[in-house]
Structure formats: C-alpha cells, structure tokens
C-alpha cells in the first residue's frame, strides 16, 4: 500500500510503526531482565498480527477476555490465557472448542464457572488448566477470602479434566500516578504475600501467579512470587497512561487522525472524530475531569464534548488556530475502546501510511444459525462478511 498520510479517509485509527517497535521491545526486555513471562493481554489491539509480534519477542502466550478474542488469537498463538469466567454453556463450549494444539488456561472464581467448564471440556475430550482469581485489592471479580480460593483449587483438582494451574489476580485498581502507588503496591504485596503463604500451609503449590497491569507494569517485579505479567494498554498506550506516568506523551502509538469540519463557534473547532471515533471515557485514575483525549501536537487542546460523529476542541488555552479542513491527531483516553471501535488500524511512519490490518477479533464473533434472521438476503451479507459462519 502506498498512501500518504493526508490521504486518508478520516476518522481512523492510526499507529505510530516506531512507537509501537519501541513499545513492544521495552516490554520485551523488561521481561527478560526480571524473568517473569509476559503474557500480553490483546484486548487492546485484537489484531493476530500485532499478536505475532508480540509472540516474536518472546511473550510466552497471550491474554484473552472473549471467546472470540481467543478463537482469532488461536490462529497465531498455541498457548491462551482466557482471563474471565467461563459462566454459561454457550461460552465455556466456545472455550472448550478450540483446536487441541492449544494449551489453554481459564481464570475463574467459582464453582459455577468451574462446572461450566468442566461439562465443556469433557464434551470437547481436552484437558485445561485453571487459574484461581483472587480479589486483592480491585473489588471486581475474585475471591476476597484465600481458604475459599483453595477449596476453589481443590474442586478443580477434583473435576478431571480440569486442572489447578495456578492463580491469578488483576490490579486495576492500581490507577494513580506512578509517583503515588507505593502505598497500594505495599498493600498487594502483603494480601498477596498472604495469600501464598495460606496455599503453601495447605499444600497446593500454584505453578503460576498470573498479575500485571499497565499502570503497574514496571515495578511488577517488585510483587514476589509474582511468575507473568498480562499488560494490555502498553503496546499502544494512551493519554490515561501518560498522565499517571506510566509511559511518555511520545510512547503513545495511537492517535485517532480526524479532520476540522468547523470552526464557525469562536473558541472552538469541531473535528469528525465524536463519540463513535473516540469512546466517551474519562481520564481515569487522575483528579482531573478533563475532556475525552487531546491533541497529540498540541496536548493542551482536549476535546471538551462529543455527539456521536462531532468532536469539539477547547480552544481556550492554545494560540492555535485551526482552519476548516485541517487534521489533527487525537490520544484517545482509553485506547482499547477505539480500537474496538474500528475495522481496520493503519500503520503509519512519517507521512507515508506503510501498512493496515483488521481488528480481526472485535465483535463477538457469534455463530448464526441458517433462518435464524428474518430475512435471507440479510443473511448473505453476512456470509459475505465473513465473519459469522452460517450452518
Ligand atoms: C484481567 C485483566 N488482565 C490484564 C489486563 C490488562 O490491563 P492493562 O490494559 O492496564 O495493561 C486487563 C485489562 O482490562 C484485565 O482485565
């Protein structure tokens, strides 16, 4: 492909080729240094390419949130981490089903999800292995209480084929700037201290202690027992990311390209980039309610409200003064949600657009049946996607 940058169609997505390398290898060889597996969470990019790269540098498998996610993944990875409960049939089949090669894990927290999945697996004839998620700190799911979790551990051992492969925890409540998470990080690492101490007088030896997040990314190793890390956010990165302190300004790889449509409102501009470009999220884990993302060359221009196609630029503090026609980059604040957003991302470098791929793994991927939908012709065209298989 060759295009110029200015000859997109806007809005759309766009990555930075060297930010994203640079993002990629830091990750790689802080990995390497600390010896803990990276096990990326690919929720963020949902691209097998992107996934490709990071198995290439050494990631020992990936993260998935969604049956879907997991199923385009096993198109390049043959080692998945499904991160979410396998509660319903339906999911934990879908689960269950994919190809033999892969050596699959399941992070749950309950007896139901555990049930799920052990009927899925055995219908499937495959054996997996399953993480115990334990809540320290985030309040969302797993086990607040440790004895739980090891009769969780113990059920699993007992539900062939299923098997306790270790335990798992996510800290997304670890969102402040880099500068003030010690407190925090001294509380994880005392409940999760705690907890292993509580498994080993019990003994059940987890292989794998599975946490990690991007906020917490570069002092993971300071988490003893710790084995993998599943940062997600860290391959693009975004403006939530810069302002905590976890990456630069100039790490973020993602920027939304978008083109001024208006200026006809003094002290404004109106880009094609709203809500449906951008996502409507907040600058999380900082004091400040502060617009839905910013200018990458001109960070101190956020977008101060959105309709779902209309972005509108606060002009207040810039002497910039943009023209109708004009094209801006905007950082996301929350990166994962554009992207989901999107069908494709474009690679840029310079002002060359060098590649694209398709965000493969968006969507739910569900199956439809033949005469589910009312009518055929509706039909065909999603046959003619590709994506949904009718049978
Ligand atoms: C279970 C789990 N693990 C890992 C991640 C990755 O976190 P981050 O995007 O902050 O790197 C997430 C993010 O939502 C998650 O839910």
């Given at each position: 492909m060759s295009l110029l940058f200015a000859e997109l169609e806007t809005p759309a997505p766009v990555v930075d080729l060297d930010r994203l390398t640079r993002n990629l290898d830091r990750a790689a060889s802080y990995a390497r240094e600390h010896r803990l597996a990276l096990r990326p969470h690919i929720k963020t990019h949902k691209s097998p390419s992107l996934a490709r790269e990071q198995l290439q540098r050494g990631a020992v498998g990936l993260t998935c949130a969604t049956p879907f996610e997991a199923e385009i993944m096993s198109e390049v990875a043959d080692d998945i981490l499904?991160?979410?409960?396998?509660?319903g049939a339906a999911r934990a089949r879908r689960v269950a089903d994919l190809p033999d090669r892969v050596r699959l894990t399941v992070a749950l927290d309950s007896g139901m999800a555990v049930d799920d999945l052990e009927a899925a697996a055995r219908a499937a004839g495959r054996s997996i292995s399953v993480y115990v998620e334990l809540d320290l700190g985030m309040h969302r799911v797993g086990l607040p209480v440790v004895a739980d979790a090891i009769a969780l551990a113990r059920r699993i051992d007992d539900a062939r084929p299923l098997r306790f492969g270790g335990i798992a925890f996510y800290p997304g409540h670890i969102r402040e700037s880099v500068d003030s998470q010690d407190a925090k990080l001294d509380a994880l690492r005392d409940a999760l201290g705690d907890a292993l101490a509580q498994f080993e007088r019990a003994g059940i030896h987890p292989d794998a202690v599975s946490g990690g997040s991007t906020p917490t990314m570069w002092r993971t190793h300071e988490l003893p027992g710790v084995t993998e890390f599943r940062p997600g956010t860290?391959?693009?990165?975004d403006r939530t990311t810069a302002e905590i302190g976890a990456c630069e300004w100039e790490d973020c790889a993602l920027t939304v390209l978008a083109t001024v449509v208006s200026t006809a409102v003094p002290g404004q501009a109106v880009i094609d980039a709203g809500s449906k470009a951008l996502g409507r999220e907040p600058l999380r884990g900082t004091a400040s309610d502060d617009g839905f993302g910013a200018l990458l060359e001109h960070p101190e221009v956020i977008v101060k409200g959105m309709s779902e196609e209309h972005g509108v630029l606060d002009l207040s503090k810039t002497s910039w003064r943009p023209r109708v026609g004009e094209r801006v980059r905007v950082v996301p604040n929350h990166v994962c949600i554009v992207v989901h957003l999107n069908d494709v991302a474009f690679g840029v470098r310079g002002q060359r657009v060098e590649s694209s791929w398709p965000i493969a793994a968006r969507g739910r991927g569900y199956t439809l049946r033949r005469g589910q939908l009312a009518d055929s012709g509706e039909e065909s065209r999603w046959r003619e996607r590709g994506r949904a298989s009718v049978d």
């Open positions: 499904l991160a979410y409960p396998t509660v860290y391959i693009f990165n």
